[in-house]
């Protein structure tokens, strides 16, 4: 391009320039700004009074499944979800209505972002999927008290992506539902019954006789020990400084850590009143006297 055909082209443009109306341009953007301004406000009042609508009517399906007798792992999850995917469909609706969008461009739209998005999103995609596979397995639910991905606590809620836990030191903690749905976990109430394993070490030298005597007498008395099954007390093992007596016992779930405990205690205080000795490490230090090396040594020192 040379110099004149330049200078051509800027000479159009301010002519184009002048012959503009600058107060119509002016109106125009008022008037844009204004519309978009007011579509703005009522979008985001419609959107306000909406979101309270679908918590009410949310709150209202979840008390509808409660009088049903729904499982409350259930009915946490619906709840989450019914709460996500209501204020999704509404912010949609409020788009394509103010802004005369068409719906069918957005769903052209959401659906060509719709790999890049899940690409970008495999890890929460993974948590959602973990989600119903744990609604519709049930390993756990809520109120169990679980093992898992290196916590332990009581399930306090299932949610779209995540798994809240409750640790017995009152901590929250949140572990993914793909996580938990593709690892091994452990539910310690699954189950009515636990049995409670303890082992007492008690010295060689005491009477293995009465050892089992007392400790039948402290279980068989513990008003929490269920007797079937069969409570198993006996030797399990000759360790190298003690002998070893296994105590398996069954009680129901909830009295779990107060046997456990209890039983640590009783022995103790019945161990002591029985004279009945519990080992711990120890070394004996055996010296020989030799007068011929201390006859040596003395010669030395003078």
């Known amino acids: 391009m040379d110099e004149k055909e330049v200078e051509s082209a800027l000479n159009k443009i301010q002519s184009t320039i002048q012959n503009t109306d600058t107060s119509t341009l002016i109106d ?8 978009s301004g007011v ?29 049903r ?38 769903v052209a739209l959401f659906t060509s972002a719709g790999v890049a998005i899940g690409l970008a999103l495999q890890g929460s995609l993974s948590n959602f999927a973990g989600g119903f596979i744990i609604l519709l397995l049930r390993p756990f639910r809520v109120g169990d008290y679980i093992q898992a991905a290196g916590y332990e606590g009581t399930v306090e809620q299932i949610g779209v992506f995540y798994t809240s836990l409750l640790t017995i030191d009152n901590k929250v903690a949140l572990i993914p539902n793909g996580t938990l749905s593709n690892n091994s976990l452990i539910n310690f109430s699954a189950k009515e019954r636990r049995r409670v394993d303890l082992i007492f070490n008690v010295s060689y030298e005491n009477d293995v006789v009465q050892v089992r005597k007392v400790l039948n ?3 068989y008395k513990h008003p929490l020990i269920l007797h079937d099954p069969e409570p198993f ?3 399990v093992e000759h360790a190298q400084n003690s002998i070893n007596f296994g105590v398996r016992v069954w009680c ?9 405990y209890d039983l640590l205690e009783k022995v103790k205080i019945r161990f002591d009143e029985e004279n009945i000795t519990i080992p711990y490490p120890q070394m004996d230090l055996h010296v020989k006297h030799h007068s011929s090396i201390n006859s040596d040594i003395k010669t030395m020192l003078k």
């Open 28 to 35: 125009k953007f008022i008037n844009w700004a204004v519309e």
């Open 39 to 67: 579509r703005l406000i009522i979008g985001l009042i419609i959107l306000s009074v909406g979101f309270k609508i679908i918590k009410r009517i949310v709150n209202r399906f979840e008390r509808f499944l409660e009088k």
């Open 69 to 106: 007798d729904v499982d409350v792992t259930l009915r946490r999850f619906l709840k989450s979800f019914s709460i996500g995917g209501l204020k999704a469909i509404l912010l949609l609706l409020v788009v394509t209505l103010l802004w005369d969008i068409k719906l069918t461009g957005l």
């Open 217 to 219: 007498e402290i279980i």
């Open 233 to 235: 007390i006996g030797i």
């Open 252 to 260: 129901e779930k909830e009295n779990y850590w107060s046997i456990y």
